[in-house]
């Protein structure tokens, strides 16, 4: 059923593409089949998707706006990339160190960042830490890399010098900016999710509360954008809730991230 769906819709995309004088690139679809642990072991058949006149069965891992997904959505290749590319571009940048002033090294560190570490990164929302540790690992270079300070200093004093949230709380950070929007009714509609209808009328009604869901797998479900947001949120003391500008909002949050991070 799910892979007719698929075929219908890719034949509606070529469609499309025919009538705005665009081709589909039939050799370069690709799709990925989610499979839990559990079966990944067992010997399944898997479907064949046709496209035009292909039949492409599912990849162990695929691009997808930036991000690697794979299978088991452990995004171990994922985060592989971005860390193998982000120690190539810190070598770059301390080949033209010594060419660069002040300001102009500290604005190629920041896109460094912003480009290479915080982009998608919302989707890696409850890895294992040691998956975390290596981003952390490329986010400490790039900081001593600005700092100009060795790899035996302490980071932490680096990192809060430098106002940069270790990577598990640069997470979380995302996510709640996604979710302030969410409230506030200022993100896409695919985004949104329902609030949380209160029986009664309190000092707190207005700092809205999103609506808690349960998710099956709690492995992969609690991942999800729908269960990781309304945890977050609900979680932020009533005055922070209740901002309804963002840059305040996002300066009040990183002040406790800030404090659960040294904590």
Request: net charge positive.
């Amino acid at each position: 059923m799910a892979i007719s769906h698929m075929e219908e819709c890719i034949s509606e995309v070529r469609m499309w593409l025919s009538n705005n004088q665009l081709k589909l690139n039939d050799d370069k679809t690709d799709f990925l089949m989610l499979i839990p642990p559990s079966t990944r072991q067992k010997h399944i058949q898997l479907p064949v998707l046709s496209v035009g006149s292909l039949l492409i069965t599912p990849s162990s891992k695929s691009r997808n706006l930036g991000a690697v997904f794979d299978q088991g959505m452990t995004f171990h290749d994922h985060i592989s990339k971005t860390v193998s590319t982000g120690f190539f571009y810190l070598r770059s940048i301390v080949l033209a160190k010594k060419y660069l002033p002040a300001e102009a090294l500290a604005t190629r560190v920041h896109a460094f960042v912003s480009a290479r570490i915080d982009s998608c990164s919302s989707i890696l929302y409850g890895l294992p830490k040691y998956e975390i540790n290596r981003l952390q690992k490329l986010l400490n270079q790039a900081a001593r890399l600005l700092t100009h300070t060795g790899k035996y200093d302490q980071i932490t004093q680096i990192l809060r010098k430098l106002h940069w949230l270790p990577v598990h709380q640069r997470i979380q950070f995302k996510i709640l900016t996604l979710a302030h929007k969410v409230v506030y009714e200022t993100s896409p509609l695919y985004l949104r999710l329902p609030k949380h209808q209160q029986s009664r009328i309190t000092r707190s009604s207005s700092a809205p509360l999103l609506e808690r869901k349960r998710a099956k797998k709690r492995s992969a479900g609690d991942r999800a954008f729908s269960v990781a947001a309304p945890s977050l949120w609900n979680a932020l003391p009533v005055a922070i809730r209740s901002t309804g500008d963002l840059h305040t909002f996002q300066r009040l949050i990183e002040t406790i991230l800030f404090r659960n991070a040294s904590s």
